[in-house]
Nanobody, 126 residues
Framework: EVQLQASGGGLVQAGGSLRLSCAAS????????IGWFRQVPGKEREPVSCIDSDGGNWYLNSVKGRFTISSDNARNTVYLQMSGLKPGDTAIYYC????????????????????WGQGTLVTVSS
């Protein structure tokens, strides 16, 4: 059974940092792109960043230079280091596995992701 467990969310002041973790199991980790997405109630889910097993990545323009995605293939875990957080980053953050393929640019098509974690809430206060 494919499982994705997101953790690390919390309340932080603007300018602060958080590191999200996504622990994956039930599939061959190296064969799939893993991504982070976020959603604010009433809005569509938005791709934030994705990574393949070789470290290839994609970022949403508004997070470039502030967020860094990485993966620990030995631990089947993907991280999202978030710095310089802004109130606009407030959302529920989800990690997900792509249905097939190793192109991190698939991040731009959330419909290509077939397995989703439960989400972790990030709240950035001003």
């Amino acid at each position: 059974e494919v499982q994705l467990q997101a953790s690390g969310g919390g309340l932080v002041q603007a300018g602060g940092s958080l590191r999200l973790s996504c622990a994956a199991s039930g599939f061959t980790f190296d064969d799939y792109v893993i991504g982070w997405f976020r959603q604010v109630p009433g809005k569509e889910r938005e791709p934030v960043s994705c990574i393949d097993s070789d470290g290839g990545n994609w970022y949403l323009n508004s997070v470039k230079g502030r967020f860094t995605i990485s993966s620990d293939n030995a631990r089947n875990t993907v991280y999202l280091q978030m710095s310089g957080l802004k109130p606009g980053d407030t959302a529920i953050y989800y990690c997900a596995k792509v249905q097939s393929g190793r192109n991190p640019y698939s991040c731009q098509r959330p419909g290509d992701f077939d397995s989703w974690g439960q989400g972790t809430l990030v709240t950035v206060s001003s």
